[in-house]
């Protein structure tokens, strides 16, 4: 009879564990089609949308790293945004614009590929208009935050945080890896 009753405990707590994976699972493919209907709608002059009513961030942009799939680019850089995708932080230009643009995501999801990136890489970003921008690895660098400011320069260019360790086992702390990127051309319609 115990027997019974731990083995049905056990089943039990399993069963809602992998539930509760898979409605998360399920909630960020969600979030991934309704910021990318909302971004669609963007590009057909609807203007800045949220993605669901309660979002707290829109898209801003489009960025394909060399060898990975189109992100959609988040306003802020709050935690709950940067949640969704990486984020555009506030101060920092518009893609393609005349100061530096500073996007920002977590080093274990949407950044992670971030630390294969290497002098030379192209990056596309695509602005809210539907025009790609494509930028040229330049540098790559770790930084303490707590000690150094952002290279955010009155020029185009284009820069790309995450901490750093890529392998940490917790998360925080104060360095961080940035990836400098040179404006190459504009304004140009292509599809990727």
């Known amino acids: ?10 089943l039990g707590t399993g069963v809602w564990q992998l539930g509760s994976a898979a409605w998360l ?4 493919e969600l979030a991934q089609l309704l910021i990318a209907n909302a971004w669609e709608g963007q590009l057909q002059g609807e203007g800045a949308q949220k993605p669901w009513p309660w979002a707290d961030t829109w898209p801003v942009a489009k960025l394909k790293l060399q060898g990975q799939a189109p992100q ?5 850089g709050s935690g709950q945004a940067l949640a969704f995708g990486p984020g555009l932080l506030a101060g920092s230009g518009d893609p393609g614009g005349d100061r530096t643009t500073v996007i920002a ?3 274990d999801t949407h950044f992670s590929g971030l630390q294969y990136l290497k002098y030379g ?3 596309y970003l695509q602005d809210s208009n ?3 921008h494509s930028y040229r690895v330049v540098e790559t660098r770790i930084v303490d935050s707590e000690r150094e400011m952002l290279p ?3 020029e185009r260019g284009l820069l790309l945080v ?3 360790p890529f392998a940490a086992l917790t998360a925080g702390g104060p360095l961080r890896y940035l990836v400098y990127a040179e404006y190459q051309s504009g304004g140009e319609r292509v599809q990727l």
């Open 1 to 10: 009879m115990i027997r019974s009753l731990l083995f049905l405990l056990c």
């Open 130 to 132: 539907g025009h790609w």
């Open 162 to 164: 995450t901490c750093y």
């Open 121 to 123: 890489a192209v990056i």
């Open 105 to 107: 995501a977590h080093r």
């Open 152 to 154: 955010i320069f009155a």
């Open 25 to 28: 699972l399920a909630k960020a």
């Open 72 to 76: 959609f680019v988040l306003a802020g």
